[in-house]
């Protein structure tokens, strides 16, 4: 056994049954990854000195290939359906061995983890890869222990990641050639059929969600960060809606822009890096991620590069639009080391409502935070997504990542009422769509006016504003802010056909009012009566 870079005990490798390995390499560091992921022809170097690998035909998570398996310890806690898939013990059995004969006599690369930034609360994490690359995104994405605390180094949950492994759908159980499987019998991940990198961090992501809640620890898919006055801040929101862009504050010290945790003394990063999109990224528009793409020890997925000077175009959609960088967090300048923070004083959910409608920003109850929190509502366009056609298209995705949460969203929802409750924190509702009309109509807001909305939120400016009651939504809409035009925050008035905007805001409602319908039986009547579609008092 190769045991180049800290020494650690092998325990781990025999107790899933991994046997008569070809060479397996424990802990490496970043540049004998780069090493060995060129010398098996992984993928190239960038001019700059980040590493580009491409991912094939998966480029992108793929939700209908995970599948949690379904055995007394956890059964009676997942919320099964089309998110969480049920798989036998014996399938899952069945493509364990196939991944111990499949790894005989291969190169395996072995890297001993953190998930979680909080020592009360963080999970020790093995993640056993094929291929080189993906044990450097490990290490990028989680965090990294000190040399002394690999000696002892015991895994509480193991990801085996084998991309070249493919499932026979027939025989296996499975959706498609792809799988990834959750197993908290076992504590093991596994994962086959995909080079998509990001499924190892979302696999641990929904395992944390499933484990804290039973600590009284609120799982969250968001970012964080600290102003000058230690005031601690949190955003939620899916992808296309600014969360990393906007948490990304100078005046603010970043602790993560993914995932966290909040404890009943503050919040913790379960991560040890970002995983940023990048495509069109601009050294003007966000100066600190760009210049993480031009560095060693970066990972870019899916990248276009000139063969010749290995240049990089960032613009270039040509393999995918979710193209992407995984960087250490220390990458970037204006973070929290410690990856941690006093309780949230303010929350704030982000939506790119492409229809149009929805208040700049807006302060939620108590109840109405709980209402959005499990609508998780944003709005696509055409050519973010295929088959998508003119018009916007309303999702929801229930807590802000839906496809992470193995218990019933009504558990994460149920605790950030309790946390708000107990903190008395303040609860935003940011729309960085559209304004002055839907997608095709109106223009995308101001990211000048976000962003000083979002100063005077969490500075505490818009506390003493005076607010309106919105006549469809029920939120309340601040009058004025600083540096934001009066008319920018009342939505209405800036469509130039008014009985259009009603009609639109009408539609919505209604989409919300359905979708919400498969809430209601899991909440109070405060959660009902606070939704979208309440009417000004």
Same mark, same amino acid.
């Given at each position: ?355 149009? #409608? $929805?208040? %700049? ?7 109405? @935070? ?7 509502? /944003?709005? !696509? ?106 008319? #920018? $925050?009342? %939505? ?7 009985? @259009? ?7 919505? /409602?209604? !989409? ?26």
């Amino acid at each position: 056994m190769d045991n180049t870079g800290p020494v650690v005990s092998s325990h781990g490798l025999d107790t899933i049954g991994l046997y008569n390995l070809g060479k397996a390499h424990w802990n490496l560091p970043a540049p004998l990854l780069y090493e060995a992921a060129l010398r098996r022809n992984e993928g190239l170097v960038a001019s700059g000195g980040a590493f580009v690998a491409y991912t094939g035909q998966h480029t992108g998570r793929s939700p209908n290939d995970k599948f949690i398996v379904e055995e007394p310890s956890s059964q009676a806690d997942i919320w099964w359906g089309n998110v969480n898939r049920p798989m036998s013990p014996e399938a899952f059995d069945g493509l364990l061995r196939k991944a111990r004969a499949y790894l005989q006599n291969r190169e395996a690369f072995v890297q001993d983890l953190w998930a979680g930034a909080d020592p009360e609360h963080r999970l020790n994490v093995r993640v056993i890869t094929e291929n080189a690359w993906h044990n450097l995104f490990a290490r990028n994405m989680f965090i990294r222990p000190p040399a002394e605390a690999l000696q002892s180094f015991e895994p509480e949950f193991t990801v085996l990641q084998l991309p070249g492994l493919q499932a026979d759908p027939e025989v296996d159980g499975t959706n498609s050639e792809c799988f990834v499987l959750v197993n908290f019998a076992q504590r093991l991940v596994l994962i086959g059929g995909t080079w998509y990198a990001g499924e190892i961090k979302k696999s641990i992501f929904s395992v944390l969600n499933y484990l804290l809640p039973a600590r009284d620890v609120l799982p969250m898919h968001c970012s964080a960060n600290v102003g000058p006055k230690g005031d601690t801040a949190i955003f939620f929101g899916l992808s296309g809606t600014g969360k990393t862009t906007l948490s990304a504050d100078p005046s603010r010290n970043l602790i993560g822009d993914d995932e966290h945790g909040w404890t009943n003394s503050g919040v913790f990063n379960f991560e040890g890096g970002c995983y940023a999109k990048v495509i069109k990224l601009s050294a003007e528009a966000e100066p600190e991620i760009w210049a993480t793409t031009r560095r060693f020890g970066t990972i870019l997925e899916n990248v276009a590069l000139d063969p010749a000077t290995r240049e990089l175009d960032l613009d270039d959609g040509r393999f995918t639009e979710n193209t992407r960088a995984s960087y250490p967090l220390d990458f970037i300048p204006n973070i929290v080391p410690e990856g941690v923070g006093g309780l949230p004083q303010n929350i704030v959910m982000l939506t790119a409502d492409a229809f149009g #409608v $929805l208040p %700049p920003i807006s302060e939620l109850s108590p109840e109405q @935070a709980m209402y959005h929190f499990l609508s998780g509502y /944003t709005a !696509r366009v055409a050519g973010t997504e295929k088959g998508l056609g003119n018009e916007p298209q309303a999702t929801f995705s229930t807590c802000f990542g839906g496809p992470f949460m193995p218990r019933h969203p009504s558990v994460y929802a149920r605790m950030l009422g309790e946390k708000m409750a107990k903190t008395g924190a303040r609860c935003w509702l940011v729309n960085t769509g559209w304004t002055g009309g839907q997608y095709g109509v109106g223009q995308r807001m101001s990211i000048r006016h976000t962003r000083a909305m979002l100063r005077a939120a969490l500075d505490g400016s818009l506390a003493g504003v005076e607010s309106v009651v919105h006549p469809q939504f029920g939120l309340r809409v601040p009058t004025a802010c600083p540096e934001v035009p009066a008319e #920018v $925050l009342d %939505p209405r008035r800036t469509w130039q056909d008014a009985a @259009a905007y009603d009609s639109t805001a009408h539609e919505l /409602t209604k !989409r919300f009012e359905q979708n919400f319908k498969q809430f209601e039986a899991y909440v109070d009547d405060p959660v009902k009566a606070a939704g979208i579609y309440a009417k000004a008092a």
